[in-house]
């Protein structure tokens, strides 16, 4: 069974760019949650979908937006990128059902550097 | 308080070693606990899960939960240098599904 997948593997931005960041979840998973791994400050919750809806989002500001797609793949778009953005951003997915709600799965994150 | 304290380490032992790592959480609305395992450079890896106080066994690994004092702990017998990793304990739950994170330990197995 394949993973939770991510692309790009890294990312190179200049200040006040615009990043785009994609996942896709494990096959039958419906829920997708982005986390952020910046040095220092360990993995923070950014954002977390169900079934096409935001459904709950972390303490990042509005810049930080994504959705989620029919086929259950997400996307991360972070806008007028900060050097402080930089980071490793991944990407979670879980099952809804069955009570396995709290599993989460990662995959092998996107690495974004802002210069 | 950060609602789940992790001591950084660095910690490194001896192949063969039983290792302790130990988080501490301020919630006691929290239900679900985790022990996540990351490589450098790659994603955080499920390694334990466990909802109830008391002890779950997983081949060398044992995770503790005490609900009373409100701390988790992740044992591992018989260290391997393939157990070189930053780990990390989380929880869910209080009526939402993400997941808060220690700041991860980063273990060094010596051989």
């Known amino acids: ?115 | 308080q950060k609602e789940v304290e992790q001591d950084p380490g660095p910690l490194s032992v001896p192949e063969g070693a039983i290792v302790s790592l130990n988080c501490t959480y301020s919630n006691s609305a929290f239900q679900y606990f985790m022990w996540y395992r990351q490589y450098s450079r790659k994603g955080p890896e499920l390694l334990m899960y466990t909802y109830s106080s008391g002890n779950k066994e997983d081949g060398r690994f044992t995770a503790q939960v005490d609900k009373s004092s409100k701390y988790i702990s992740l044992f591992i017998r018989d260290s391997q240098p393939s157990d070189s990793a930053t780990y990390l304990c989380a929880r869910s739950g209080a009526g939402s599904y993400q997941l808060t994170f220690g700041k991860g330990t980063k273990l060094s197995v010596i051989p």
């Open chain 1, 1 to 115: 069974e394949a993973g939770v997948t991510q692309s790009p593997t890294h990312l190179i931005k200049t200040r006040g760019q615009q990043a785009t960041l994609r996942c896709s979840p494990i096959s039958g998973h419906t829920s997708v949650y982005w986390y952020q791994q910046a040095l220092g400050l360990g993995l923070q919750f950014l954002l977390w979908y169900d079934e096409g809806e935001e459904r709950n989002r972390g303490n990042f500001p509005p810049r930080f937006s994504g959705r989620q797609f029919p086929n259950y793949s997400s996307e991360l778009n972070v806008n007028a990128l900060e050097l402080e953005d930089s980071a490793l951003y991944l990407c979670a997915s879980s099952s809804t059902s069955g009570g396995d709600q709290e599993t989460q799965y990662f995959g092998p994150g996107t690495r974004l550097l802002v210069l």
